[in-house]
Structures are given as structure tokens and as C-alpha cells.
């Protein structure tokens, strides 16, 4: 079972052939949030795990049957959005430092494509620095990462020259 933290499961019920089961065991005990009863796992896990295996023992007057369940318990995918997604910059002019703003799980990596024009650096879904270059609108695909999946946005850079400054002198 590949589970999300923070998000509540489907009932799992196990069929039965053969005998009732009079009692359930369950070892190791399941991670936070979920709950073993008469051999039915419910609830939402709290807390991320690696696969871990577990054996379950149905128990009765004929004896014990054991079977095994893996259960992994992912991140929630990170949703992300930045306030503005069509950036307009100047040459030359340090930008205001762009992050994104985070909702579900937390990204473990963040990657984009294709690479910032010179200047502009990317680190953890945050985008800073001072443009070198003009350029004409491009598009960027941001990716954010984790257990749980990848979620990407894109965002639209155009970068333009310093506007032009005169005065006459008389």
C-alpha cells in the first residue's frame, strides 16, 4: 500500500476464507494516525515512513494464520503558485526575489527548464539576482518534488533594456 500522509484511507478489510477469525494481531504497530481493528486498517497516517512490512495473525481455536502488507507512507505532492507567473525585468536592475508560496506537502528538490537567462539564479523554487541580457518573453517550467509526486508551473520572463534617459541643455 503506497498511502499520503495527512489524508485519510479507503478501509482496508482483509477476506476471509476458511474459519472466522476470533482475534487479529498486527506487528509492528502502524505508523500514527492508523488504526487495527478485527484486522480492518483505517484512518489517515500522520507521518511519512519508508516501506515498512508488517505481518497480520488472524487467531482462532484451529490456530494462527499469519499474511504480510507493505505500507509506505508518502509526502502530500507540493502545490505551489507564485504572485505574479509573466515577469517583466530591466537590464541591469536586481530583481525583487520571487518565491513561491507553498500549500500540501513539502518540496524535497525543485528543478527548471530551460536555465535562467545570465544573472537570474534559481534555489528552492525561489528566483533572484540581476538580468545581464535583454530578451524576448520565455517561458520557464518549474518543478517541485517529493515522495509524493511532481507538481511543475510555468512562468513567462521578459527582460528589457534600461529605458533611455536625455535632457537638453540650453
Not at 18 to 41: D, K, Q, R, Y
Request: aromatic share 10%; glycine share 10%.
Amino acid at each position: 500500500l503506497i498511502l499520503t500522509r495527512d489524508s485519510t484511507i479507503a478501509t482496508i478489510s482483509p477476506t476471509l476464507s476458511g474459519g472466522n477469525a476470533a482475534t487479529w494481531e498486527i506487528s509492528p504497530i502502524l505508523s500514527s494516525g492508523l488504526s487495527f481493528t478485527n484486522g480492518v486498517i483505517s484512518g489517515a497516517p500522520t507521518v511519512n515512513m519508508t516501506q515498512t512490512t508488517y505481518t497480520v495473525w488472524a487467531n482462532n481455536t484451529g490456530g494462527s494464520t499469519a499474511g504480510y502488507l507493505n505500507i509506505t507512507i508518502n509526502e502530500p505532492i507540493a502545490i505551489f503558485t507564485y504572485s505574479n507567473t509573466n515577469l517583466i525585468f530591466v537590464r541591469s536592475i536586481a530583481i525583487n526575489t520571487l518565491s513561491p508560496v507553498l500549500s500540501g506537502g513539502n518540496a524535497e528538490t525543485w528543478s527548471i527548464s530551460p536555465q535562467l537567462p545570465s544573472g537570474l539564479q534559481f534555489d528552492n523554487g525561489t528566483i533572484y539576482g540581476t538580468p545581464v541580457d535583454n530578451m524576448t518573453t520565455a517561458s520557464y517550467t518549474i518543478w517541485a518534488n517529493n515522495t509524493g509526486g511532481t507538481n511543475y508551473g510555468v512562468i513567462n520572463i521578459t527582460i528589457n533594456e534600461l529605458t533611455s534617459g536625455f535632457a537638453y541643455q540650453y
